[in-house]
């Protein structure tokens, strides 16, 4: 039996077992999917114990995202630009291949969204945020919006940003001091406001600034859990178009296993099971 895991922080709200379960079932392929919880300072011993145990790889969630690059082998392009990797393949050699397949999932989630030379904004600046821009980045986008509350700290990922895309405009603004939306094509909230059980009470946006954007604007938000958040419950009521984090998961996890295994699993019977377990 083949042996795959999800490393990262708290891990409580994981479903991806269950979505990897259906798409190794698609398969036929017999392999288990654990979800081992990994804090940071526990990232080198997983690593080893990944590895000693035979794993064939992982994935890799916050907030170990940008940290996991230091101790693979190999980075693809996805990763370098995005400075985050999600999936890693363990080589025949025990060597370690690291991707991001979160951009792939995020591009498909919204592929009959037309932005090109348009202007897009990104809450947060972690690795899910740097994923979504560099999706966005080849759907031709004119320019992409951080908003942080820390802008310092985001000063190294802008000039990052603006060497390795230099025909796109990057910008870093304080996400308190959002006041209109009205030149966004689309907002993408990747922050974890409005996740279940951390601040689903909570908006990263108020309903007036929303408010201040165009009819045919796109919010995404890449939470999944609930499906529904009040920030897309805010862009419904405001007829905007809204789309949530699960087809971003699908797409990513079927990513990550044609990876691993060289076969493309069932999306649709990923995505049936991951409705269930909601």
Same mark, same amino acid.
């Given at each position: 039996?083949?042996?795959?895991?999800?490393?990262?922080?708290?891990? !409580?709200?994981?479903? *991806?077992?269950?979505?990897?379960?259906?798409?190794?079932?698609?398969?036929?392929?017999?392999?288990?999917?654990e979800i081992l919880?990994?804090?940071?300072?526990?990232?080198?011993?997983?690593l080893k114990y990944l590895k000693t145990q035979d794993y064939s790889g992982f994935n890799v969630t916050i907030p170990l995202k940008l940290p996991i690059s230091l101790f693979v082998n190999s980075v693809d392009r996805y990763a370098d630009l995005a400075r985050a990797v999600n999936t890693v393949k363990i080589e025949a050699d025990k060597t370690m291949s690291a991707y991001n397949t979160d951009v792939i999932g995020f591009r498909k989630s919204i592929e009959?969204? *037309?932005?090109?030379?348009?202007?897009?904004?990104?809450?947060?600046? !972690? !690795?899910?945020?740097?994923?979504?821009?560099?999706?966005?980045?080849?759907?031709?986008?004119?320019?992409?919006?951080?908003?942080?509350?820390?802008?310092?700290?985001?000063?190294?990922?802008?000039?990052y940003m603006r060497r390795k895309l230099p025909d796109i405009t990057f910008n870093v603004y304080q996400?308190?001091?959002?006041?209109?939306?009205?030149?966004y094509a689309i907002l993408v909230n990747a922050t974890p406001v409005g996740m279940l059980g951390k601040a689903a009470d909570m908006k990263p946006v108020y309903y007036n600034t929303l408010s201040t954007m165009n009819k045919d604007a796109v919010?995404?938000?890449l939470i999944y859990n609930p499906r529904k958040t009040l920030l897309l419950q805010d862009a419904q009521s405001l007829g905007l178009k809204t789309v949530n984090g699960l087809d971003m998961l699908i797409y990513q996890a079927a990513a990550a296993q044609e990876i691993w295994l060289g076969k493309k699993p069932d999306v649709k019977a990923m995505k049936i099971a991951a409705l269930e377990a909601i």
């Open positions: 039996m083949s042996k795959f895991a999800l490393i990262g922080f708290p891990l !409580g709200h994981s479903i *991806s077992g269950v979505i990897h379960k259906a798409g190794f079932e698609s398969l036929g392929v017999n392999a288990d999917y919880e990994t804090p940071p300072d526990d990232l080198v011993s997983r009959d969204v *037309s932005l090109y030379n348009k202007k897009a904004g990104i809450l947060g600046t !972690g !690795g899910a945020a740097h994923a979504a821009a560099v999706a966005m980045s080849e759907m031709n986008v004119k320019e992409i919006v951080f908003f942080t509350r820390n802008i310092p700290n985001s000063i190294d990922t802008m000039n996400i308190e001091r959002i006041s209109s939306l009205e030149d919010v995404f938000d």
